[in-house]
């Protein structure tokens, strides 16, 4: 027969300062782990592949963000009249808009300056996006006019972000009319009339053409069935429509742009931040988690020390070494699972709060919040639960190794 | 009658893995706060130790618009302004866009070299030379080769970079038009004397970039991020950063002039709360392991309650009782403090070397150190009070019936 679960819980009570205690050491632990993970999050939503697999961005080649990128209005003009895989709509026009893109100083609500993205956009950028920007205060920009729209996160950190404020750019005011939500990333953003950005800053160039696309046009023109066949013989991954179509843009001498889904291009954008965050998340509970896990050994130590005599006895009416060991280890392992609990309440206010940080891959200010997942709360939980049984190991073996004429004597 | 502190000492070795266990608890604690702390004080040193009469003008509008290349004549005109060089960002990786990814500028030499002479110290120069006669040989040199670059020491060494090799570079912001990569040429090695400039940073000729640039070998915006400016002696900084400013009110590029430390305070508070973030994590740490400490302690002042009863009835005050357990929980306690703090103190090697892009001047101070060595015996005084109290307040009789 097993010692039963209500032996070591009600030793946990018996001992109730000292499973606090240890409890909390390994609270901090998941706590922290919790939090940077959060963040690492919350950040990642911004950029998580959502909308239509149609959706492309023309750069040029060897830019890895929009800011490095550069499109001459006449490469544009080309791109938008002969490019065949560009959707059209029903009165014939591309299914396209010219952006600008820069980021710019903004002064922080609580000091300091940062770079947000000030994105010039044309009436098209509002019907490619999936789902569409929508307008939640204020009115929207007019087109040709010195006015820009901001993302709502921006109002509550970003000075000069309020609706009738002004923002000036190099020599320009533009006016706030209105604030707007996207999703991921695009809702931290400035957006004015591309035009008129373009003007402004004096920067002749634009950053990138997003555009609706049908990719297999492509076959048409290129076998590609028989290439990958070739390349499978090669040991090659096969090509897709959209990766035939870059290599064709990339050697047009007109048009030597590069074209990226704006999936793939999303994902690109938290290598840096994303690595950084985890890092220093790994190394904090791993040492967090060393500290706790020597303290939940002295705690079990104690424990067993002091219930020598105890061990004794249940060794002397016929409990197993096995059984004992095993009491211990749940003993040890369910102020494991106290400290997850613990640390979860820690952290569980800190969800859904907003905050921003440098993305280090373009360099700009990003808005967003701490999102902690059911994926992250288990892992927490699985951690601390681990914290505690291998702190309990060792002091529940040194427990079932007591020999029991020699524990019975103990006082 | 004499305090028995030797008891203190049996007792610590008496549990000796317990207060082992204690005592790494206390070390890992003492290094992540001496780790997150220099972090943090590694930033403001940036900023510290800036230089308070050298300038920085840049662009108004945004930290990636780069200023007309003829605004170095009209601030160089400015009363007040000694030595202007150009500042240019670069952006370029040697081989692998993440682990060959470091800094580097193009500056006019002759200011650039007279601007720094208290910031770098030149060791390594083009024919072998050494300091002091390094600087003189690199200078020359530099002038000299066209493709020339100065390169940090920590750089050289991640690398395994010498002097007079050549070395590839891709750049993405200037991408050369026959798609090749840029040469630079090792031309000499500096150490960084102050905390303002790192050792990871390569710098080359602007006009390089200038000339490429104009006969069509590469693309980009041709200007320059930044103009770095020396104030002449005997003048206000303050006084020439409005004049600067004032000259570029009407563009074609309105220009944001600060001081060199107000410059690497902007890109420190880019950093976002990560500076709170990271001390916040340090005070968590230090509270969870304090409960752990307590808590031994507690354990460790339970299992003496009858000998303190036989001391007790022995004679020996309560104050001696009390002051041997706080001996011997301070003494555990200050010895984790110095396990931490060696810790922290080899970590910073590693932390130099595998992050030398965020934090090349990561270092644990004297101070930093003296803090997370106070902390250790703070924890150690309040965690021995607790069982302290407990133990002067049992009276003899019941304390020596005590089980313990």
């Known amino acids: 027969m097993a010692l039963p679960l209500g032996y070591s819980l009600r030793n946990l009570r018996v001992r109730r300062t000292s499973t606090l205690f240890t409890a909390l050491g390994i609270a901090m632990t998941v706590a922290v782990f919790c939090g940077v993970f959060s963040l ?244 904090l509970t791993a040492i967090m988690g060393i500290a706790a896990i020597l303290g939940a050994m002295n705690t079990m130590l104690a424990a067993v020390s002091a219930r020598t005599h105890e061990v004794g006895v249940l060794k002397a009416i016929g409990y197993e070494p096995g059984q004992i060991f095993g009491a211990f280890l749940v003993e040890s392992a369910l102020i494991g699972a106290v400290g997850g609990a613990l640390g979860l309440l820690i952290v569980a206010p800190f969800h859904g709060v907003e905050t921003g940080a440098t993305n280090w891959n373009t360099f700009t200010d990003v808005s967003f919040s701490f999102t902690l997942s059911p994926a992250i709360a288990a892992m927490a939980f699985g951690i601390a639960f681990l914290l505690g049984m291998v702190g309990g190991a060792l002091p529940a073996l040194r427990a079932a190794r007591l020999k029991p004429v020699d524990a019975l004597r103990m006082q | 009658m004499k305090v028995p502190w030797g008891l203190a000492l049996r007792h610590i070795f008496e549990h000796w893995f317990r207060n082992l266990l204690t005592v790494l608890a206390v070390g890992v604690a003492v290094f992540l706060f001496c780790f997150l702390v220099s972090l943090i004080v590694t930033l403001d040193d940036q900023v510290e130790e800036a230089s308070q009469d050298r300038v920085i003008v840049q662009s ?13 004549a009209k601030i160089a005109a400015v009363p007040g302004v000694g030595d202007v060089t150009k500042w240019q960002w670069f952006g370029a990786y040697f081989q692998n866009q993440s682990e060959g990814f470091f800094a580097q500028f193009g500056v006019d030499p002759d200011p650039f070299f007279r601007m720094y002479e208290r910031d770098i110290r030149i060791i390594e120069g083009p024919n072998g030379e050494t300091a002091p006669a390094a600087r003189e040989a690199v200078h020359l040199a530099m002038l000299e080769e ?165 001391l007790k009835a022995l004679g020996f005050p309560n104050l001696t009782l009390g002051a041997l357990i706080v001996y011997e929980s301070v003494l555990l306690s200050s010895l984790g403090g110095l396990v931490g703090i060696g810790l922290a103190f080899g970590a910073a090697r590693g932390v130099r070397q595998k992050m030398a892009n965020f934090f090349p001047n990561f270092a644990v101070g004297p101070e930093t150190m003296a ?29 020596m019936r005590s089980e313990g």
């Open chain 2, 146 to 310: 066209k493709r020339g670059a100065l390169i940090g020491q920590a750089l050289a060494k991640k690398f395994g970079w010498k002097v007079g090799e050549a070395i590839p570079l891709t750049c993405t912001l200037f991408p050369r038009t026959d798609g090749g990569a840029w040469d630079f040429v090792v031309l000499g090695i500096y150490e960084k004397q102050r905390a303002n400039v790192d050792d990871s940073t390569l710098f080359f000729r602007f006009d390089y970039l200038e000339d490429t640039l104009r006969n069509g070998g590469a693309t980009g915006p041709l200007g320059s991020g930044t103009f770095f400016v020396q104030v002449a002696p005997d003048h206000e900084t303050a006084e020439v950063i409005e004049t600067i400013d004032a000259l570029f009110t009407n563009g074609p590029q309105r220009t944001k002039t600060s001081t060199e430390a107000a410059f690497q305070a902007s890109f420190v508070s880019m950093l976002g709360n990560l500076p709170l973030f990271l001390g916040t994590i340090g005070g968590a740490v230090v509270f969870a392991v304090f409960f752990s400490v307590v808590n031994t302690m507690m354990i460790s002042g339970r299992q003496r309650i009858r000998e303190s009863g036989i």
């Open chain 1, 40 to 283: 690492k999050n919350g950040f990642e939503q911004l950029y998580r592949p959502r909308g239509s697999e149609d959706l492309v961005i023309y750069l040029r080649p060897g830019a890895t963000s929009e800011g490095e990128s550069g499109i001459t209005r006449e490469q544009a003009n080309i791109l938008l009249k002969e490019r065949p895989e560009i959707l059209r709509d029903d009165a014939g026009e591309p299914l396209a808009a010219l952006e600008s893109y820069l980021a710019v100083y903004m002064q922080k609500l609580d000091g300091g300056l940062t770079n947000v993205p000030l994105r010039g956009v044309q009436r098209r950028s509002f019907e490619v996006l999936e789902p569409p920007p929508r307008i939640v205060e204020g009115r929207m920009l007019q087109w040709g006019a010195d006015e820009v729209i901001v993302g709502r996160p921006l109002t509550g950190r970003m000075r000069g972000c309020l609706v009738g404020e002004t923002l000036t750019l190099n020599l320009t005011p533009f006016r706030v009319v209105g604030v707007f939500e996207a999703e991921g990333a695009y809702g931290g953003e400035i957006w004015g009339d591309v035009e008129r950005m373009m003007e402004a800053l004096e920067r002749p160039v634009f950053q990138r053409v997003i555009a609706r696309v049908d990719p297999s046009v492509v076959l048409q023109l290129v076998d590609i069935a028989t290439i990958n066949a070739a390349r499978e013989r090669l040991g090659e991954d096969p090509l897709t429509p959209l990766q035939v179509l870059d290599a064709q843009l990339r050697e047009d001498a007109r048009t030597p742009l590069q074209i990226i889904s704006e999936r793939e291009y999303l994902a690109k954008q938290t290598t840096f931040l994303s690595a950084g965050l985890a890092g220093l998340a790994v190394f």
């Open chain 2, 60 to 72: 108004a509008v945004s930290l990636f618009v780069t200023l007309p290349l003829d605004y170095l």
């Open chain 2, 371 to 399: 803090i997370g060595f106070g902390i250790a015996a703070g924890i150690g005084v309040i965690a021995g009070v607790t069982p302290m109290v407990h133990l002067m307040r049992t009276k003899p009789t019941d304390a």
